[in-house]
């Protein structure tokens, strides 16, 4: 546990900063990856993430007049692993003539992608920027729909994507606008994280897990947690951090501070499933994973919670999954 734990690399994110950012592009990511650290260390697993605020000014005024002071400077070296995160500002078009755009798309022309370990991630008009600085060209991308013709114009050379959240073409991520820059950062974060730590972020902030039209079906790890009830999300939780106790409905009960027959209510009026439905996907969900890791059948069974193969593969016939636990790509 102790050398895993050492050899975790957080990640720098680098929020880039201009006079008159949007308020909300860089504020909601950064806050959702602040409490992805607090509740990584309150399960004793270190940070993950690193914020930064740098800019090619010490000072900026943002979008909603609020003055930001003791802005790094833009570095001239980055570590690994590191996010640069592009954030958009007012207006019709996205203006570049001003010394400090200038100096930030200098600084960006410098930035090379295909280093494996960096990663360009855009919210709203942010992906103008990346436009501007040559960083798009090949890639997959969207932004907000008052940009994307001018998206298109500035760089023939990326494909826009329309009516998306966000779009994932590594190492490029970009999201729609404002809101969207947490919907991506969530969905980055479960491919960091995990799918529970994320859960346990979006149920903080009070955010309705969703997913970008372009992703998988949503797991059931985020899936059923668009409600605010305490007592669920308590049972949730527990489900969702130890998948393989010997839980049953009075133990869930028990957790929730309510009667079996109440948990049930609290379940279908909430998250539109039965309590032990829930506990047999997310369940489901972890011997998927295991199977994924190179685990066998029995492996992923025990590890999920699952009292044998056979109870493993009539849940994952059950649920609808495509294939066998043994060969999950067959038809």
Request: hydrophobic share 45%.
């Amino acid at each position: 546990m102790t050398r895993q734990t050492a050899a975790i690399t957080p990640i720098q994110v680098l929020f880039a900063l201009l006079p008159d950012s949007l308020a909300l592009d860089w504020a909601g990511p950064a806050e959702a990856l602040r409490i992805a650290n607090q509740a990584l260390l309150a399960q004793g697993q270190p940070e993950r993430f690193v914020l930064r605020f740098v800019g090619p000014v010490s000072e900026a005024v943002s979008s909603v007049g609020l003055r930001l002071a003791g802005l790094e400077a833009l570095p001239d070296k980055l570590t690994e692993p590191t996010w640069v995160v592009l954030v958009g500002q007012p207006g019709a078009t996205i203006p570049v003539q001003s010394e400090a755009t200038q100096g930030l798309l200098h600084w960006l022309r410098g930035l090379r992608l295909q280093t494996h370990k960096l990663e360009l991630m855009t919210v709203c008009a942010g992906a103008l920027l990346a436009a501007h600085a040559g960083l798009l060209a090949g890639h997959h991308v969207t932004t907000h729909h008052h940009h994307l013709a001018e998206l298109q114009t500035v760089e023939p050379a990326c494909h826009v994507v329309e009516n998306r959240v966000f779009v994932e073409d590594a190492p490029v991520y970009s999201s729609a606008g404002v809101t969207t820059g947490v919907d991506l950062t969530l969905h980055r974060m479960a491919q960091i994280c995990g799918e529970p730590i994320t859960a346990l972020v979006a149920q903080t902030m009070v955010v309705a897990m969703r997913r970008g039209p372009n992703d998988p079906e949503l797991s059931p790890f985020l899936a059923y947690r668009n409600h605010l009830h305490p007592a669920l999300h308590r049972v949730q939780d527990a489900i969702s951090s130890q998948p393989a106790a010997e839980w049953h409905l009075a133990s869930m009960a028990a957790v929730a501070c309510t009667s079996p027959r109440h948990l049930t209510r609290l379940f279908m009026a909430h998250a539109d499933i039965a309590p032990l439905q829930y506990l047999r996907r997310i369940r489901l969900a972890v011997a998927q994973t295991a199977l994924q890791s190179g685990r066998n059948v029995t492996q992923a069974a025990a590890l999920a919670g699952f009292s044998s193969d056979t109870q493993l593969r009539r849940a994952w016939h059950q649920l609808g999954e495509t294939g066998t636990p043994s060969n999950p790509n067959s038809l």
